[in-house]
């Protein structure tokens, strides 16, 4: 068997209505993302795994979802792959959640084909993560994809060029000067370089409360670090990204029509929806809601804390 075959294959069977695209959005940085793309319908996402490196293509097919490996790691990417294409995202309970609130009732039903997805991975997504702390999200990807094009591995499979998210033991032993370049200034790499250090135990972390008790024990990263990675690598539906900069003027837009409003403000309003508070906060985002701009555009995407 070539590397341009699948060494895996398996057929899923989502719910009606369910949309990939939308759902696996989350697992990509941008259309451009060197580890993760949708392509010709086909989502296709590089990853490590015990076995070895993989590539996971995800695709529609007459109803159903077919997902093929390739690499050494494809039989477990393969057996995977439902938590990955949002196939086991739980929504009991949120619908009458939801009802709470007429937008959140609407956005529920508008949007009932887009699930959370569940990587199972901790550093691949805090790599991303520390790259999004304070700055513009076209910093942030600029950092990460050369970052990526600096440990340059490819993926296995017939997508080229993609390429494998770095080994967290190579970046933890990568000096800070190595990302200066990047745009990446020392408290970042620093940030990175340590939770790289300690990658083997975050991935042992048993669910989302183990992995945001670590991971904020780790100086540099904070609530709003911790949230963005558990709610990709656990598929956590109430993770909010506290500290950032849009969310809270989104939620209190939306949610109670203030054009501005805090992190405590935010939980406030999302608080009845708790178990979901992340899972609403994605609806939104869905939405393309936005609260009023007064002034100067701010940069989209990130300026968290950390």
């Keep these: 068997m070539t590397d341009t075959e699948p060494a895996a294959t398996r057929v899923l069977h989502p719910p009606v209505g369910y949309r990939l695209a939308a759902s696996v959005r989350a697992l990509t940085f941008s259309p451009y993302d060197p580890c993760a793309r949708v392509a010709a319908s086909t989502f296709w996402w590089a990853t490590r795994t015990p076995d070895g490196p993989a590539t996971l293509a995800l695709r529609p097919a007459g109803g159903e979802l077919l997902a093929e490996g390739y690499g050494p790691g494809a039989e477990h990417v ?6 990955i294409a949002g196939l086991h995202d739980d929504l009991t309970g949120f619908a009458e959640l939801a009802a709470a609130h007429p937008l959140v009732a609407r956005l529920a039903r508008e949007h009932r084909g887009l699930r959370m ?17 304070k700055v513009t ?6 950092a990460y994809a050369a970052t990526v094009r600096h440990f340059r591995e490819p993926a296995p499979g017939p997508l080229q060029p993609l390429l494998l998210p770095p080994e967290a033991a190579a970046v933890a032993a990568t000096p ?22 300690l990658a083997d135990r975050l991935e042992r972390c048993v669910d989302a409360t183990e992995a945001t008790r ?25 993770a909010v990204s506290v500290g950032d900069y ?6 209190a837009w939306a949610l109670a029509g203030e054009p501005r409003g805090d992190d405590a403000r935010m939980l406030a309003l999302l608080e009845p929806f708790r178990g979901h508070r992340g899972r609403v ?23 968290a804390r950390f």
């Excluded at 745009?183 to 250090?197: H, I, K, S, Y």
């Excluded at 906060?281 to 869905?286: P, W």
């Design 281 to 303: 906060c994605l609806l939104l985002a869905a939405a393309g809601i936005q609260a009023p701009k007064y002034g100067p555009r701010a940069p989209i995407r990130s300026f």
């Design 214 to 238: 670590r991971l904020t024990a780790i100086a540099g990263i904070g609530p709003w670090t911790a949230a963005e990675v558990v709610r990709i690598a656990y598929g956590d539906p109430d």
């Design 78 to 83: 393969v057996a995977r792959a439902d938590a």
């Design 117 to 133: 997805p569940t990587t199972g991975q901790v550093f691949p997504r805090l790599l991303r993560a520390v790259f999004e702390q």
């Design 137 to 142: 999200g076209k910093e942030a990807y600029r």
């Design 246 to 251: 849009h969310i809270p003027n989104t939620v």
């Design 176 to 197: 800070y000067w190595v990302f200066h370049p990047f745009g990446v200034e020392q408290r970042r790499a620093d940030t990175l370089r340590r939770a790289a250090a």
